[in-house]
């Protein structure tokens, strides 16, 4: 069974520093990776995906994630952070077996963002 | 920008009671999901369903969860007899057929006193 490990559960930065959540997956089989974004009292939103092709792939609100597949990992990162982006992060796996959907989560990293 | 919304926001129930969560997937979707969120944990598969049967249930979804698309619009979570270890937040999702993104409403927070 797949499964995804999110090692920071709280991570604090303040304003306009560098962020890089980390992300890893167990699953040796093709699989496609999500970042979702969870405001405080709103529900959760995709930030970015990756099916394919370029390992480094671009969400919204300036947000990249690069997949290594050798690492198995799919780390989520910005250059410089906002405080409205003060948000829990959910990394997400969906291994492509039997046309199987489901979404395996992580635990979730809370970010916070001082101003 | 098409959403996927749920009813009602905040349930509260008394134990043993049935309940009904209701989701109204985007339109044009043909895959429904159920996660549910218990305070502090990961977000959890509960089903799929698609073509209006089960693809894909988590062995959280035991005979007590049902789930029924009773017409073209919504997609509905039934428990049965709740217990306490059923509070949560249950998120309903859907996607389309071709890349298999999810879109998640945002939620339900089920309270089982």
């Known amino acids: 069974a797949q499964s995804v490990s999110q090692h920071n559960h709280h991570v604090i930065l303040s304003e306009a520093a560098s962020l890089e959540l980390g992300c890893n997956y167990s699953y040796g089989g093709t699989v496609n990776l999500f970042w979702y974004v969870q405001y405080p009292g709103q529900h959760l939103q995709l930030l970015l995906k990756?099916?394919?092709?370029?390992?480094l792939v671009k969400g919204i609100k300036g947000f990249e994630a690069e997949f290594i597949k050798s690492k198995f990992s799919f780390n989520l990162r910005k250059p410089s952070v906002q405080w409205s982006d003060t948000a829990e992060y959910f990394c997400?796996?969906?291994?492509?077996?039997?046309?199987?959907?489901?979404?395996?989560f992580g635990s979730g990293t809370q970010l916070t963002v001082l101003p | 920008e098409p959403e996927v919304t749920q009813t009602p926001s905040h349930q509260v129930t008394q134990m043993g009671q049935e309940v009904i969560l209701r989701c109204v997937p985007i339109?044009?979707?043909?895959?429904f999901y159920w996660y549910r969120q218990i305070l502090g944990q990961k977000v959890e598969f509960l089903v799929s369903f698609y073509n209006n049967e089960i693809s894909e249930k988590s062995e959280i979804f035991d005979d007590q969860f049902s789930v029924e698309r009773p017409d073209g619009s919504n997609f509905t979570l039934k428990i049965r007899s709740t217990k306490l270890e059923d509070s949560a937040m249950y998120f309903c999702a859907s996607s389309g057929g071709l890349d298999g993104t999810q879109y998640f409403g945002p939620g339900t927070r089920l309270t089982v006193l």
């Open positions: 990756y099916f394919s092709g370029d390992p």
């Open positions: 997400a796996v969906n291994a492509l077996v039997n046309s199987a959907r489901q979404l395996t």
């Open positions: 339109s044009n979707h043909l895959y």
